[in-house]
């Protein structure tokens, strides 16, 4: 058996260090050398095919000639080396897409609790066309499930949010080319989105309504975004963290503020916008409680344990614990009244992309009221937040706050579900 080949390795021509081919283009951003042609060259010993040799002469034809995207404008002055290392390059492009809506990063309120009004949430996936957006923009059936289906497609084979992106102006250029001779295709011009924002805000209606909460990448302490800055001198500038890991202690060394940046000030045309380094999100547990109570059958399935068939001096499930026991009357009563669910606390890190070093965490609750063949499926769990990437595991306990004090007023008061 002929010993497999080794991949070839691609040398830096700054720093001189060898790395494959999906490492240098993560070390090239860094380095901002973006000419990877130049280097690929010098180290990769293949022939060009035949046909990249030839010469078209239709000037609809894309040519190597054409200009390319120039990535370093998004490294504004404001940004030093030291700021880089807490930033993916592919978030600060999502942040620069010329496109997209200004309001967004624009206005505070959308920014830390973003909200579509209830005439732009409203998407009919019926035959007819519907009117949206004061009447200005058609939102057709065709359009809206093929946006579905781009997402799947993202989440299936993991593409990022730059490349659906690029994907989205190319369809859109392509269906504005052939609108011309075409009522169908100038029906889906008109409601296609340009960028990922514009596509997130259409498939609105499906998604996950999460609070974003800026995160403290010294000190992994959460704030609210509107509490992030503030006036100096006529201009918005940036606060600091003021967390005090021991605010009370006696020795003074150890009462000190930690004093990190909160958020940083990038340009983008004549004026410098105010982003955060790391953005944890959040989903109520009250809302998707919610959800779940409205499902049919829910509440019956999640009743069932009180009719298991029990066996002496055998654990089955936790129902048979001594911790559940405690809370079924041997000293409270909370199981012992319909309606009252346990749930069971799990944290778990993962890599959502391949051959990158970028760890997301994710907290989420299961339903211990449910059978045990159920309650570990995905559907039937919640998810409370995503903890960013912060180049290592952080502690969880800051990001756990906003489900502790929900926790609380749910077992001191409870949560009111509406049924409608």
């Known amino acids: 058996m002929e010993p497999q080949a080794k991949r070839s390795r691609i040398i830096c021509s700054v720093c001189s260090e060898e790395f494959s081919d999906g490492h240098f283009r993560r070390h090239a951003l860094e380095c901002k050398k973006l000419d990877f042609d130049t280097t690929l060259n010098q180290n990769n010993d293949f022939q060009e095919n035949d046909i990249c040799n030839n010469t078209f002469d239709d000037p609809n034809c894309i040519s190597d000639d054409e200009e390319k995207i120039d990535y370093n404008k998004f490294f504004s002055s404001h940004i030093n080396c030291a700021e880089l290392q807490n930033l993916d390059e592919e978030d600060i492009r999502c942040f620069f897409d010329n496109d997209s809506d200004d309001?967004?990063?624009?206005?505070?309120?959308?920014?830390?609790?973003?909200?579509?009004?209830?005439?732009?949430?409203?998407?009919?996936?019926?035959?007819?066309?519907?009117?949206?957006?004061?009447?200005?923009?058609?939102?057709?059936?065709?359009?809206?499930?093929?946006?579905?289906?781009?997402?799947?497609?993202?989440?299936?084979?993991?593409?990022?949010?730059?490349?659906?992106?690029?994907?989205?102006?190319?369809?859109?250029?392509?269906?504005?080319?052939?609108?011309?001779?075409?009522?169908?295709?100038?029906?889906?011009?008109?409601?296609?989105?340009?960028?990922?924002?514009?596509?997130?805000?259409?498939?609105?209606?499906?998604?996950?309504?999460?609070?974003?909460?800026?995160?403290?990448?010294?000190?992994?302490?959460?704030?609210?975004?509107?509490?992030?800055?503030?006036?100096?001198?006529?201009?918005?500038?940036?606060?600091?963290?003021?967390?005090?890991?021991?605010?009370?202690?006696?020795?003074?060394?150890?009462r000190t503020v930690c004093n990190q940046a909160l958020l940083m000030g990038v340009e983008r045309g004549p004026s410098i916008k105010l982003i955060p380094y790391k953005i944890f999100c959040y989903k109520s547990l009250k809302a998707s409680l919610q959800k779940f109570v409205l499902r049919p059958d829910f509440e019956e399935v999640c009743e069932r344990w009180r009719f298991r068939e029990q066996r002496d001096n055998i654990l089955q499930d936790v129902y048979d614990g001594r911790i559940w026991d405690d809370f079924n009357g041997n000293k409270f009563n909370f199981f012992c009244e319909e309606g009252n669910y346990g749930l069971m606390l799990n944290v778990d890190w993962w890599q959502p992309y391949k051959y990158t070093n970028y760890s997301i965490g994710a907290i989420y609750l299961i339903f211990l009221n449910l059978p045990r063949e159920e309650r570990f499926k995905g559907e039937n769990m919640i998810l409370v937040g995503v903890i960013p990437d912060m180049k290592s595991e952080p502690p969880t306990n800051t990001f756990l706050l906003p489900l502790v004090k929900e926790l609380k007023t749910a077992w001191s008061t409870g949560f009111f579900v509406v049924f409608v």
């Open 103 to 254: 309001s967004f990063i624009d206005s505070v309120d959308n920014f830390s609790d973003y909200e579509l009004s209830e005439e732009e949430s409203e998407i009919n996936t019926d035959d007819s066309i519907v009117n949206n957006l004061n009447g200005d923009t058609l939102i057709t059936k065709e359009t809206y499930w093929f946006c579905r289906m781009l997402v799947l497609w993202q989440c299936v084979y993991y593409i990022s949010d730059s490349a659906v992106g690029f994907l989205l102006k190319i369809l859109f250029a392509f269906f504005k080319l052939f609108s011309v001779t075409s009522e169908q295709l100038k029906r889906v011009c008109i409601t296609f989105p340009k960028n990922m924002y514009m596509m997130s805000k259409m498939l609105s209606k499906d998604t996950e309504n999460f609070t974003k909460f800026v995160v403290c990448v010294k000190c992994f302490t959460l704030y609210d975004y509107r509490e992030c800055s503030h006036i100096l001198e006529g201009l918005v500038v940036t606060k600091h963290c003021s967390h005090e890991d021991f605010p009370n202690h006696r020795m003074l060394h150890r």
